[in-house]
């Protein structure tokens, strides 16, 4: 049977959210029913979605979502692939200000069916699950790339004011929102930094892979923007999609996290408890090899 899964994404920053939603649009048990669009310039971000969308030959609903987060000034005020989107047919126009309500009736007119995939700053989440707090319960499940659980595997550089990660930290209270929601989630399961930095590929074997399928060639252009500015393109959002449909790619402890507010240079911070009867779950190990054996075969 298809799985029913709603996209959140900041698609348009990290090249990952790129490389996700192509698997998600070659996932044959995938249903994508919609996508919602996150942090600064969504609307651009909405296009980078659609252009990929159309490669697919996919009409998947499309709605620009908040543009700021909770609070804090934005960190991430423009989509950097904006300028690849000369190269690629994408719709231009997209409804406006109906993101959260589009998340809230799909979720209700499938109650227990829908996965809620998000892999950018949660600002969209919190916003649905405040203004519908039956939400969480109505979902299948809700899976987020978000997070740093432990040191583990992660290089001094990528430790972010006590490891913290980068969707957890643009927006803290809403990702403390919708942690603390996990209580009525029925299944909330979690990709950290200390999992989804062991799975990469290098600028090269990128070129050698993508070139391979049609849907991954507007990819491979977005990530030359990308590639100006990192050494890896690493499977972070992938990784969180490929759990939905994949039993073996990680492993997952349960046990309870916390989100940091108080102390405002770690407010984002995430902190693991193990606990068999924990509301959480989280990604503990990952085969590299099997993630890339997964992704690349539904294209």
């Known amino acids: 049977m298809p799985i029913k899964v709603l996209l959140d994404t900041d698609i348009g920053s990290d090249i990952d959210d790129a490389v996700c939603l192509a698997y998600l649009l070659a996932q044959p048990r995938c249903e994508l ?21 159309k490669v697919a030959g996919k009409d998947v609903p499309i709605y620009p979502g908040c543009d ?15 300028p690849t989107l000369s190269k690629w047919p994408h719709e231009t126009e997209f409804p ?39 939400i969480p319960a109505l979902l299948k499940s809700l899976v987020l790339m978000c997070g740093a659980f432990s040191d583990d595997h992660i290089a001094p550089e990528s430790r972010q004011g006590g490891r913290r990660e980068w969707n957890a930290l643009l927006d803290p209270v809403a990702t403390e929102i919708v942690y603390r929601a996990a209580a009525q989630v029925p299944q909330h399961r979690s990709m950290g930094l200390d999992v989804t930095l062991k799975v990469a590929l290098d600028s090269a074997q990128v070129k050698e892979q993508f070139s391979k399928y049609k849907l ?19 499977f972070h959002d992938p990784l969180a999609a490929m759990t939905i449909f994949e039993d073996d790619v990680c492993g997952f402890v349960r046990g309870d996290v916390t989100v940091e507010l108080k102390d405002e240079k770690l407010a984002g911070k995430t902190d693991f408890a193990p606990n068999a009867n924990g509301r959480h779950e989280i990604a503990l190990e990952v085969d590299p090899a099997r993630c890339f054996e997964a992704y690349f075969k539904v294209f």
Request: aromatic content about 8%.
């Open 33 to 53: 029913l919609g996508i919602t669009t996150v942090s600064g310039q969504p609307v651009e971000r909405a296009m980078i979605a659609s252009a990929i969308c």
């Open 216 to 234: 991954l060639h507007p990819v491979m252009d977005f990530s030359e923007e990308w590639f100006q500015r990192a050494r890896f393109m690493h």
């Open 96 to 134: 406006h200000g109906q993101a959260v309500e589009f998340l809230r009736q799909t979720i209700r007119k499938y109650p227990g069916e829908v996965t809620l995939l998000a892999i950018g700053p949660l600002t969209n989440v919190a916003l649905l699950f405040k203004v519908d707090p039956e």
């Open 68 to 82: 700021t987060p909770f609070i804090i000034p934005q960190q991430q005020p423009i989509a950097q692939h904006a």
